[in-house]
């Protein structure tokens, strides 16, 4: 509780301390005057989304693969031109320092190893995005804050949708009270993954927890940049219908929270369920995404009106956003300050499931 009001107090500072720091005075030499990124980690996310959103990009580029698995790299290597100098395994990755054509190392790990390769590459002079959840507890986002910072180098946390066009929109709604003040946020992002055989399903020293270390975090984001406000309190409960799967971890989990100006929102995540919305109600009327946090799809409604907003590469979007932010040294928007605010709530979320009572933030 101390660690999560300490933080909230000095918030605006840290961000302000670690977000825009200087680059440095490195110059880029790249394809196409673009960044290099090398992705670490080349499970399904990587394959499937974010390398063939870098081939969509207009300011970064894939240059490089970091792998565990050497059978996955002569496809890879075919498959984008990736050449050998550029190919590294997680023994020889700290060499990556002496390559100017890789300038972000994207980390596409389970959640407990994010800070050991966050540390190693800013060390290694590389800038940094970090997959969400940021880590598996605030002290290793703090750790991993520190180390960016101390390397003078930028780190981004995979927010996909604040970069993302129907997203955007409810942040402008939120701070230009369009429709008047919000009153009630509800989301759900859930899905039946009960089965699963993966690290998300099956280790907790790897995830973190349950639906609310892998999906959850989306309910929780959207009424942060939905309401542009942080939380105040949070209560909470946690369930379990099928004791022999996901050990460690729970099954599906609700909270609600209280905000400044009497904002409130109920969310929910589970692994026994179907849900994938955000419902924001105002003084005024409502508005909706449903299907809200998909790669692709996703549909607005204002008023029973469609927002008629066309949809567009998430990742490409956000990877840009990052590339472009280390060029002028601007603000991150998924920023690693943001990433520790949401695990001081999901520590926040937990505790309060735990306890049966109100926490405070």
């Not at 207009?58 to 693969?65: D, K, S, T």
Request: proline residues 5%; glycine residues 10%.
């Amino acid at each position: 509780m101390v660690n999560r009001r300490n933080f909230i107090k000095t918030g605006t500072s840290l961000a302000l301390g670690a977000s825009i720091f200087p680059s440095g005075s490195r110059s880029y030499r790249t394809r196409n005057d673009k960044l290099g990124v090398a992705l670490l980690g080349l499970g399904g996310y990587a394959s499937g989304q974010l390398a063939p959103a870098l081939q969509e990009t207009q300011h970064c580029y894939l240059a490089g693969i970091v792998t565990g698995t050497p059978s996955k790299i002569p496809e890879w290597q075919e498959k984008y031109d990736i050449p050998d100098s550029n190919v590294y395994n997680y023994d020889n990755f700290d060499d990556i320092a002496s390559n100017d054509a890789i300038d972000v190392v994207y980390i596409v790990t389970p959640n407990a190893l994010h800070l050991p390769f966050a540390v190693r590459a800013a060390e290694a002079g590389k800038h940094v995005i970090c997959e969400k959840p940021m880590e598996i507890s605030s002290d290793r986002c703090r750790e991993m804050i520190a180390a960016c910072k101390k390397a003078n180098r930028k780190l981004q946390i995979g927010y996909r949708c604040r970069y993302e066009a129907h997203h955007k929109q409810l942040m402008q709604y939120a701070r230009n009270e369009t429709f008047g003040k919000i009153k009630v946020i509800d989301s759900n992002f859930s899905f039946y993954g009960v089965n699963g055989s993966n690290w998300r399903f099956t280790d907790p020293e790897l995830s973190g927890g349950g639906p609310l270390m892998d999906i959850g975090i989306y309910s929780l984001e959207a009424t942060r940049y939905g309401s542009g406000l942080d939380p105040v309190s949070v209560t909470a409960q946690s369930y379990k219908s099928i004791p022999d799967k996901l050990p460690g971890m729970e099954e599906s989990i609700f909270w609600q929270m209280e905000f400044p100006d009497g904002v409130v929102a109920n969310c929910g995540s589970s692994y026994v369920a179907r849900s994938n919305y955000v419902h924001i109600s105002t003084e005024k009327g409502w508005y909706r995404i449903e299907p809200a946090f998909s790669y692709g799809g996703l549909k607005g409604v204002v008023n029973g009106e469609p927002m008629n907003i066309a949809n567009h590469n998430q990742q490409a979007a956000q990877m840009d956003a990052f590339a472009l932010n280390i060029r002028n040294n601007t603000p991150i928007l998924g920023s690693g300050e943001e990433g520790l605010k949401d695990m001081i709530y999901i520590e926040g979320i937990y505790e309060a499931a735990r306890s049966e009572q109100k926490v405070k933030f």
